[in-house]
């Protein structure tokens, strides 16, 4: 066996006075994983924040894009009223409504 290590080999290759004890490992795993959840929770918090402030300026678009479409809606209404239309008609077609006696009804 030249190319392993066994177990009897590496506690022959740690002086008993230097090997860590099963504490130290397990306090040094603990510090490990809390360093990790930390820098996990720092990232999340950024990106919470960062989309955070995504949404509010999608709602503010939204918002916006509802003010602009309620003016597009009283700007349609305005444009195509009976009363503009006709007044169109009777100016810029030179347009008017027929006598009685100019009115043919077709039967089938």
């Known amino acids: 066996m030249q190319g392993r290590l066994s177990p009897r080999m590496l506690r022959a290759a740690w002086p008993?006075?230097?090997?860590?004890?099963?504490?130290?490992?397990?306090?040094t795993a603990l510090v490990?994983?809390?360093?990790?959840?930390?820098?996990?929770?720092?990232?999340?918090?950024?990106?919470t924040r960062a989309q955070y402030a995504r949404l509010q300026q999608l709602e503010r678009e939204r918002d916006q894009l509802q003010t602009?479409?309620?003016?597009?809606?009283?700007?349609?209404?305005?444009?195509s009223s009976?009363?503009?239309?006709?007044?169109?008609?009777?100016e810029r077609l030179e347009m008017r409504l027929p006598h009685v006696n100019e009115v043919e009804v077709i039967r089938p």
């Open 82 to 90: 009976p009363a503009r239309i006709e007044r169109l008609a009777v």
């Open 32 to 47: 490990l994983a809390c360093l990790i959840t930390a820098i996990a929770v720092v990232g999340t918090s950024h990106q």
């Open 68 to 79: 602009e479409w309620g003016q597009l809606l009283l700007e349609e209404s305005a444009w």
């Open 16 to 27: 008993a006075n230097r090997r860590p004890s099963w504490r130290l490992l397990l306090v």
